[in-house]
């Protein structure tokens, strides 16, 4: 059940993602983090209840109730225009959780280590923006840089790794998590780009509207 929500997490990301480049009304993409928030939230609930006190299950089911009640705090972010600060610090609690378990990882497993360090730079961009009210870091608008980082990456770390492990195939070794690597640099190269152009060319976004909605 947790992979099921993880192949949700990865379209909610991208559309979070379009609505930061400004090509999706925040209230248009309301409806879907509200969804996929509320599946990261009963899905692990299940999984809990039938895991009969197995440790190993609780600590790799825990995780996703900070990342559904991030999608469902947005979603009313989105509706009811409120105030994002609380949601932008609670980000850099999620981002913090995240960067513990890409540093855990490294060993046992080389691509969710960089799928977790990948998490937490989405994260901590949230705090940035939403907690912080950081929307530029030199000709970079981080508004657009974020909504480009979400685009690229949302779905490679999320959904394509649901389907793999779905399906029970996913790569272990040091070689695949170089792969893993070299994506997240070039994504974070290409996001950086794009947001430049951004900056250069294109009219700002207020805060809320800029912000990629996790997460």
Sequence with gaps: MGNIGLLLVGVVLF???LVSIGIVEPRGAAPLNLFVGTA?????????????GDLGIVNATWPSYLFGFTYLWFGFIQIFDIDTRGFGWYSSFVAAVAAYYA???????PV??????????MWSLFFVLL????????????????GWFLVLLGVPTCTVPAILLLNGVWPTSVAAGSVALVVLLAATA???????????GLPEVSVVGSVPQPA
Aim: proline fraction near 2%.
């Design 15 to 17: 559309v979070n993602g």
């Design 40 to 52: 990261q939230v009963v899905l692990p609930t299940l999984v809990l209840v039938q895991a009969g």
């Design 103 to 109: 540093i855990k990882s490294v060993g046992a497993d």
């Design 112 to 121: 969710f280590a960089v799928i977790w360090a990948t998490w937490a730079i």
């Design 131 to 146: 907690g912080l009210g950081v929307t530029k870091a030199g000709r970079i608008d981080l508004g657009h840089f974020t």
């Design 190 to 200: 290409l996001s950086v780009a794009l947001s430049r152009r951004a900056a250069a």
